[in-house]
């Protein structure tokens, strides 16, 4: 403190010495500001002073006194910080007062509708955009352009107009009333856009031009712009979600903020379906397809349910979404539409169910060839069933491929010396199996596209399988047909003479390879079950990590294996060194030592350090047989180096990873699974795909109907004029309306039932029932539902500093008021009791039989009235007479009293100097006798 006192005066000392009128008595002690932040103070009109301290108090009688002519204040005049009457009206909600200051001419808005719109007061943004300086372009893109050049404002960007602060606001009334009024927010362009007005953005102000993009993408995101702007809101929030995820990655300064507008946009989404009160309603919302897909699908049945949007949620990766109760509820009762039982089972019986239809399939299936469309057909085509008979097949498979690895002693010695030996029993089942596994990935790849295809990295696998497995059956046909041509060699030869490029010992090779892969694939299965669901997941994740991890893994090694392999090729690993000694007259060699080739070649550098990590290769690997000391050492530093670098802080890095990457899943795994298994799930909902390999393989009467039932759509696509051979009628107008049926919708197939007496829809048992709701009807409930929610969220929240405010300056505005009603009641009664006296002293002169002047009553004190600042409390009731209080009613009736009194003395007085008793000649008969002056007064004072 006394170092700080002692700057002070040494600062200002030097200012004495350099001008010594620093000591005025204006400047006495004043240190100057370089940057000036703020307005002087001293240096403001009083009146402007005065007139803005009213605003802020709310006193809108000085306001109006302030701006009477002759000499009216500048109304807009700002404080010490910059903002003027109508600003601070607005930022303390006064709707009076800005209607006073909305008369005057040439009063400057500003920032005041941006501060109404903050606020969120609906009263004052509709009069301020009323104002005639307000025009429809200002409220939208045209609102910077309403910035003079030396204009700049404190609180908000010239690039934040009032239509994209009511967005980010979410004021939803504001918005909607400027949306009527013509006010748009335009698109960001993609960054790669290089038109005109990109280009001048970024070389001007590339970071103001980065700041209006995220501007106008909050804006976007706001959930009440798209309540209000978009007829598909679900739609709109998932793909903004996507591309703001795109731009977190690509625009990495501003990672978090777009990340932050993604998860908004995932939220509005899940608030949406979160309202739907009922299953018609999630279904309605599910159930909507996008403008891309396409007219043709699903001709026979429109009314399908296809779970378009849900698809999209998938494709989008809205986990949120596609994990949120309502929508899980309704993909389980899809799930277990076959067996509604299964859940109400216990484990054992679970167990033993599946068991007995896994026996029964090849009887299943082959009736399901006959007769698809049967009850019993319906059963089979359920997701839940698909997914057990395709499961079961698979294990099939696996166990082929057991079998087909297990042989016994004596078929191993028959077969290991044969070349190109014919498929056994157990290969051609799996060439079946795999056959009919090649036909489902085929009929997936058709009806999902090839880019929603490769997105799913399990059918990475499956093709990486597949084509190994296609690769063996086609090497071991190609070894096959060789031997059988009797020109590569005899059939039967040792295995170690077979020739390295022989199509049999490669065909075995890629098959050991495809079993690997095939095991493998079982863990996708895992996504059913709750708790090796994300277990599964993690794994996913965790080979994210690994991958990640081998490229740095690779540059160390790569850098370690160069430096070494420098230092040793030049050591040949062939020359030896032996001790030779002489015994029994002869030379003999002992202790033979050559150079190790450990990191002699490039290869067998890579080989020797990747080893190294698993405690394989030798300490020694470095030491010569040449004893070259500083050779050694070096090579024994990279070894050491090496070690340190990839066990100690890579390997750890790894297992950091990795942990991170387990716990983000455990701390989300709940949804994470629920999205998992849903896209396992969505596989099996599509129609389709019945029956399992190799049953697919065979052809049913149903495929050779579809297949003449695509070859005359084919035709009749081709020649248009064909038509009417194939006698197609058409239902264009046909007689059948829509409101005649009521229709029941499970997976593929089509129920109805007509509808009871008062039009509803009799109870089915089934939950999953739909009508026929348009989708606009129910996204209308839906964001009706939303606002109004939203709105009662604001409303419950507690009070907070700002309403304090308001509430200070509404007290403020109260008092002053009463206070300027009390003046006037008060004036208004002081010129009541001043009529009083005049009317009575003229109504006693009208009864005088003398002439004479008669002075004029003196005035009449005013009443005292209160200290403008009594607190309210203190201040007299609307009740009381005038407003006064009763001390104050007495002071005035004995004013009035003593006032008369007076009055009347002096007009006794002057009556006893122009009555005094005349002589008794000048007396007449009509001579009033003399009165009593005191009966006389109490009279007078009994009349008043």
Known sequence: MMSSALNVETQIANMVKQDPRFLTSSNRYRIPIPLEPLKDGPSMDPKERTFLEAAERGDKHTMIRCLQPPNPVNVNCTNILGRSAIQIAVDNENVEIVELLLQQENVKIGDALLYAIREGVYKIVEMLINHPSITS???????????????ESSDYCPDISPVILAAHCNQFEILQLLLSRGATIDNPHPLSCGCQKCQEGMHTDSLRYSLRRIHTYRALASPAWMSLTSEDPILTAFRLSWELEHLAQRENEFKEIYLELSNQCKKYSCDLLDLCRSTEEVI?????????????????????????????ALKY?????????????????????????????NCVMKILLCCGLIACMPVIALYYLIFPRSKLGKVIRSPFMKFIYHSASFGFFLLLLVLASTRTEGTERTLQNIRGPSP?????????????????ECKQLWEEGLKAYVRQWWNWLDFIMLSLYLATFSLKAVAYFQIQSEKYGPRVLERPRWPDNDPTLIAEGVFAVANVFSFARII??????????????????MIIDIAKFLFIFFLVLTSFACGLNQLYWYYDSSTKHCETKVIKGE???LNCQSNPDSFMTIGNTFATLFWSLFGISSPKSTDLVEDDVFIETVGQGLFMSYHVTAIVVLVNMLIAMMTKSFQVIEDHADREWKFARSKLWMGYFDEGCTLPPPFNIIISPKSIFYFLKGTKRLLMLLCPSSKSWFGRKSFDKANIKPETINPMYLGDIVTSKPPNQNGTTPHLGNPI????????????????????????????????????????QDISSLRYELREDRKREAARNTGQIDGIKRDIIRSLRGNQVWTGQIPPPPPIPPPVCHSPNLPPSELPSPGSAGFLSPHELDYLKRDIIAS???????????????????SAASLGPTAPPPMNSELYHTHLYTEL
């Open 284 to 312: 309605a919302v599910l159930n909507k397809k996008t403008d891309s897909d396409s007219e043709d699908e699903n001709e026979e049945d429109p009314e399908k349910l296809t779970l378009s949007r849900l698809k999209l």
């Open 769 to 808: 029932t739909s009508s026929k709701i348009i989708y606009q009807e129910v996204m209308k409930r839906l964001v009706s539902r939303y606002i109004h929610q939203t709105k009662k969220q604001l409303r419950q929240d507690g009070v907070n500093e700002d309403d304090l405010l308001e509430i200070k």
């Open 424 to 440: 056994s029993f157990v290969e051609w089942l799996i060439f079946f199996w795999v056959t009919g596994m090649v036909w489902a």
């Open 137 to 151: 372009e200002m409220l939208a893109n045209d609102w910077a352009k309403t910035r003079q050049p030396g204009e």
């Open 524 to 541: 996708y299965l895992f996504q059913t079950n709750p708790h090796l669901g994300p277990l599964q997941i993690s794994l996913g994740c």
């Open 317 to 345: 990766e809205q986990k949120q979404f596609v994990a949120h109760p309502n929508c899980q509820q309704l993909l389980t009762s899809i799930w277990y539409e076959g067996l509604p039982v299964w859940r109400r089972r």
């Open 900 to 918: 008369v009194r007076e009055e009347l003395r002096n007009m006794m007085r002057e009556l006893q100097q122009h009555l005094r008793p005349p």
């Open 587 to 589: 030379n003999v060699t």
